[in-house]
């Protein structure tokens, strides 16, 4: 038993220090969004996005034409990728510092408290953002797909797909927070049992 | 709902709380827990011990009030 407590809280450590390191990229990955607002800015986005290196273009796919640049939605591409990633980003922080928080309970050997209920409520909540930032994202790649018939291989690369798996994601974790309420109110029942 | 009148048996034995909770092998703690009428449940055992010792009923220390709802 001691043994298993004992690989638990390295699993723990190992998880906190992936969070920390997640923190950290997510932080510096709100640049991406500011890099998708100022190529907004500047205009030419199909260009911008044609050029990039992480573009990668199916193939047998030509260059864009001068109407397919010209017709491009700038505006609307560029706002579901800063506005999705954004969220994605906060998401992801909001996600890693609660599990961290949760982690650290659990390695306290605080189990069974409303704390992490509530920690458990909120993971649900960033999963769910994570789902709305993924569907933002899926759609301005399949702007790039549909009008310069390639796809983005960079940051921000998520497709419908990707949305599929964080909706699992959310009920996943939503199962586990409603097992979880149970097991607490089954807990508090027990300790007002007298 | 039914509601515990531990406290007023309790004062008409002149029985103080860790008297009583010593008596029947319940931490103070919980005994409050019942005298507050914050418990959930009560087991038999505890019920049995309590009725014991104050020498009383289980009705002497339950009573059942109904909600204001069902009026």
């Given at each position: 038993m001691d043994n298993m407590s004992k690989w638990l809280k390295v699993g723990i450590n190992v998880v906190v220090i992936l969070a920390n390191f997640i923190i950290v990229a997510a932080s510096v990955g709100f640049l991406w969004p500011i890099g998708y607002l100022y190529w907004g800015v500047k205009g030419n986005v199909a260009r911008s996005v044609w050029a990039n290196e992480s573009f990668l273009r199916y193939s047998g796919s030509h260059r864009p034409t001068a109407s397919t640049i010209a017709s491009f939605p700038n505006w609307p591409y560029v706002l579901l990728m800063a506005?999705?990633?954004?969220?994605?980003?906060?998401?992801?922080?909001?996600?890693?510092?609660?599990?961290?928080?949760?982690?650290?309970?659990?390695?306290?050997?605080?189990?069974?408290?409303?704390?992490?209920?509530?920690?458990?409520?909120?993971?649900?909540?960033?999963?769910?953002?994570?789902v709305l930032s993924n569907s933002l994202i899926a759609g301005g790649n399949q702007i790039t797909s549909t009008w310069l018939d390639g796809y983005n291989n960079g940051v921000l690369a998520q497709t419908w797909s990707d949305v599929a798996d964080s909706l699992v994601g959310v009920v996943v974790l939503e199962v586990i927070y409603v097992m979880y309420s149970r097991a607490m109110a089954i807990k508090t029942e027990n300790d007002l049992t007298v | 709902m039914v509601k515990l009148t531990l406290n007023v048996v309790m004062a008409e034995r002149n029985i103080s709380s860790q008297e009583l909770a010593a008596a029947i092998d319940i931490t103070p703690a919980n005994l409050s827990i019942l005298k507050t009428g914050k418990a959930k449940a009560i087991r038999f055992s505890t019920l049995e011990k309590i009725c014991r010792v104050l020498d009383c009923q289980p009705g002497d220390i339950l009573k059942y009030v109904p909600d204001t709802a069902e009026h």
């Open positions: 506005i999705g990633g954004a969220i994605m980003m906060g998401a992801a922080i909001w996600f890693c510092l609660t599990l961290r928080k949760l982690l650290k309970n659990l390695a306290a050997a605080d189990y069974f408290s409303m704390a992490n209920v509530e920690l458990v409520r909120k993971l649900v909540y960033a999963e769910c953002y994570m | -």
